[in-house]
């Protein structure tokens, strides 16, 4: 079982150059979409990150808080138990899309929560 949070944001951010630690994401191209894989220092736990099709739309809860969406991004980290270090990189990562684009929506279990740039 994993965490999975949609970001939605105003900007594509490339990927994985704004991403905490950028150099040891792993770049995975399939058919039709390519995803970024960050494995733990120990390989206990990973995060993945896709870049939602076009055809997904923001939600209109996200929506309310930012108008202007129209990029999104499902983050997910493996396995929700994850250790404290495994949901700090979450965090950082959303912190960083937030920060190349201004601001992020960031849907999950959670609800939905704007993330403001630093």
Known sequence: MSMDVAIWVTCIAALPTVLPRSGDWSEEKWDDFTSYVYPSPKMDWQLTLEKLDDSEKPTAQAL???PDLKYGYVLSLEPIGADELGY?????????????????IVEGPAGTNKVDSK
């Open 88 to 104: 700090k990189m979450l965090e950082d990562s959303i912190q960083s899309i937030a920060n190349k684009c201004g601001v992020a």
């Open 64 to 66: 309310k808080l930012e």
